[in-house]
């Protein structure tokens, strides 16, 4: 069997090409052009690239970027109070505070004191307490758009055995949620986990986000599952080269799965269009 490779970066154009068109009707009906503000604390570099992304696209589909580069001494009180001040922005309906912070800083205290109404990362526990209880969350965007590619080749989750192996804030735990509230039978796996091999055979949907580059062998997949791998990991390849891969052996699972996400071009591309989907949701909202 080979397995359907999940497309993210078509689907990815799709879920903007739709955000744009929700962008211009608000802007028709309403007079609101949608605002993400990002807020980046010194100079990580791959945070850099993915602050320029989100830039670019925020203004391709014709929403307003604020863009906030704060050098890496910056005390909690001056980005504190440059949130409290996007928080009371009417031009801001969005509010992205760049992770990881520099390490003086506390990333939940800083979470916390985001208006949850602007959080669309999904990260304030307002929002994590809104997904857990079935509410009206913004849902983080990485498992947000895991879950859309998930349904694009298994529209009906009910019932399956998911196996998510990770439990960070960011992926694992709402990925977790996410399935959970489609009514999957959900296990979420992590380090610690004893025979995480023999877990991952039992899932008919498996979700890699550990970090740990191909990490999820052949073996470890049920005959036919979807497989969705969260990881971004570089490695050199035989040559020497740099090249990305993610937490699954893509090439080996293609044997076995029956839908599987490719590194790079699988949910990748898919959380930034969640977090435009999310800015647009939040604007909508401000003005319901
Ligand atoms: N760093 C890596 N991923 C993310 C994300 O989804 N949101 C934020 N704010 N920081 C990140």
């Known amino acids: 069997m080979t397995a359907i490779r999940i497309d993210g970066k078509a689907m990815a154009e799709q879920v903007r090409a739709d955000v744009a068109t929700g962008v211009a009707e608000l802007k028709a009906t309403h007079g609101v052009t949608p605002g993400l503000a990002v807020v ?135 990925m977790a949620a996410l399935l959970l509230n489609e009514s999957a039978t959900v296990t979420i796996a992590h380090s ?28 470890w997949i049920k005959p036919g599952a979807v497989v969705l791998d969260v990881g971004i990991n570089r490695i050199e390849d035989d040559a020497g080269q740099s090249k990305l891969v993610g937490d699954v052996d893509f090439d080996a699972a293609l044997s076995v799965a029956g839908a599987v996400t490719p590194v790079p071009g699988g949910p990748g591309p898919m959380t930034i269009a969640c977090l435009l989907a999310n800015t647009l949701e939040a604007a909508k909202r401000s003005v319901a």
Request: hydrophobic share 35%; aromatic share 4%; charged share 25%.
């Open 40 to 174: 980046l604390v010194g100079e990580d570099p791959a945070s850099e690239v993915y602050v320029r992304n989100k830039i670019k696209q925020t203004e391709a589909c014709g929403m307003t970027s604020f863009h906030h580069v704060l050098s890496k001494d910056t005390t909690r009180e001056s980005l504190l109070r440059l949130i409290r001040s996007l928080n009371e922005d009417p031009e801001v309906h969005g509010i992205l505070v760049q992770l990881p912070l520099p390490g003086h800083l506390d990333a939940k205290d800083v979470i916390e004191s985001i208006d949850p109404a602007k959080d669309v990362d999904g990260f304030h526990t307002a929002n994590v307490g809104e997904l857990w209880t079935e509410g009206q969350p913004f849902v983080p965007c990485t498992p947000l758009g895991c879950l859309k590619l998930l349904k694009s080749v298994c529209p009906d989750i009910a019932g399956k055995h998911a196996v998510v192996i990770g439990r960070s804030n960011i992926v694992g735990r709402p």
């Open 192 to 219: 610690k986990t004893d025979d995480l091999p023999g877990l991952c055979r039992q899932a008919d949907i498996l979700v890699a986000a550990v970090g740990r580059p191909q990490m999820v062998k052949a073996d």
